[in-house]
T-cell receptor
Framework: RKEVEQDPGPFNVPEGATVAFNCTYS??????FFWYRQDCRKEPKLLMS???SGNEDGRFTAQLNRASQYISLLIRDSKLSDSATYLC??????????FGSGTRLLVRP | EAGVAQSPRYKIIEKRQSVAFWCNPI?????LYWYQQILGQGPKLLIQ????????DSQLPKDRFSAERLKGVDSTLKIQPAKLEDSAVYLC??????????????FGPGTRLLVL
C-alpha cells in the first residue's frame, strides 16, 4: 500500500465549477499535512498547509480527518489558471515529506 | 530574493555513463534536499543535508548515487553508472533549517535526465 494515495484524475471541469480532491495516508503518526501545486514541467510549490480545524485561503479549502487518515482540497469557482497537478503531502514523524502521485486538474473554458 | 538554482536544466546520456547535477540553495538556508521525481509520480526524497552533514540518505541508492555538500552551501548529486530507470527529474529544495522540523521547502526548477 502506498503511504499517500490520490486519485490521479484527470478531473476535467468547466470554468466556475467546484472540484474536490481527496487523499488518504497510511501512517497514523504523520505530523503535518500539505497541498502542493505543480504546473506542467515546473517545480512543486506549496499551496497550503492542512489543519485539523480546516482552513481556507480564498477559493481553496483544505480539511483533515485524522481518525479516517483522510485529507481533502476543495476549489471553488475554478479558473483556467487552476489547471495543474495537485500533490497531497504528508510529513512523517522524522519530518520527512512524503508526496502522493498527484491529481491532475484541467479547467476548460 | 533569488530562488533555488539548479543546472543543467536538461541532460541526455547513455546508460552506464556518469552524470552530475548542481544545486545552489536560497541564501542562508541550512537544509538542502535532493528529490527524484519519476514521470507520473510525486517527488521522492533521496538525501537531506543540514549544513554539510547528512541527515537522511536512507532512500539513496548508494551503489550508484552519491551527493556532497562540502562547504554547507551548494551541492552536487552524481550518478555513476546511470541506468535506464534513472530517467527522471531531479529536484533540489532548501529550507531555513533553524529547527529542521517542518519548515517550508522551496524547490528549484529541476534537472530533467533522460538515460538512453
Amino acid at each position: 500500500r502506498k503511504e499517500v494515495e490520490q486519485d490521479p484524475g484527470p478531473f476535467n471541469v468547466p470554468e466556475g465549477a467546484t472540484v474536490a480532491f481527496n487523499c488518504t495516508y497510511s501512517n497514523s503518526a504523520s505530523q503535518s499535512f500539505f497541498w502542493y501545486r505543480q504546473d506542467c514541467r515546473k517545480e512543486p510549490k506549496l499551496l497550503m498547509s492542512v489543519y485539523s480545524s480546516g482552513n481556507e485561503d480564498g477559493r481553496f479549502t483544505a480539511q483533515l480527518n485524522r481518525a479516517s487518515q483522510y485529507i481533502s482540497l476543495l476549489i471553488r469557482d475554478s479558473k483556467l489558471s487552476d489547471s495543474a497537478t495537485y500533490l497531497c503531502v504528508v510529513m512523517d514523524s522524522s519530518y520527512k515529506l512524503i508526496f502522493g502521485s498527484g491529481t491532475r486538474l484541467l479547467v476548460r473554458p | 530574493e533569488a530562488g533555488v538554482a539548479q543546472s543543467p536544466r536538461y541532460k541526455i546520456i547513455e546508460k552506464r555513463q556518469s552524470v552530475a547535477f548542481w544545486c545552489n540553495p536560497i541564501s542562508g538556508h541550512a537544509t538542502l534536499y535532493w528529490y527524484q521525481q519519476i514521470l507520473g509520480q510525486g517527488p521522492k526524497l533521496l538525501i537531506q543535508f543540514q549544513n554539510n552533514g547528512v541527515v537522511d540518505d536512507s532512500q539513496l541508492p548508494k551503489d550508484r548515487f552519491s551527493a556532497e555538500r562540502l562547504k554547507g552551501v551548494d551541492s552536487t548529486l552524481k550518478i555513476q553508472p546511470a541506468k535506464l530507470e534513472d530517467s527522471a527529474v531531479y529536484l533540489c529544495a532548501s529550507s531555513l533549517g533553524l529547527s529542521g522540523q517542518g519548515e517550508t521547502q522551496y524547490f528549484g526548477p529541476g534537472t530533467r535526465l533522460l538515460v538512453l
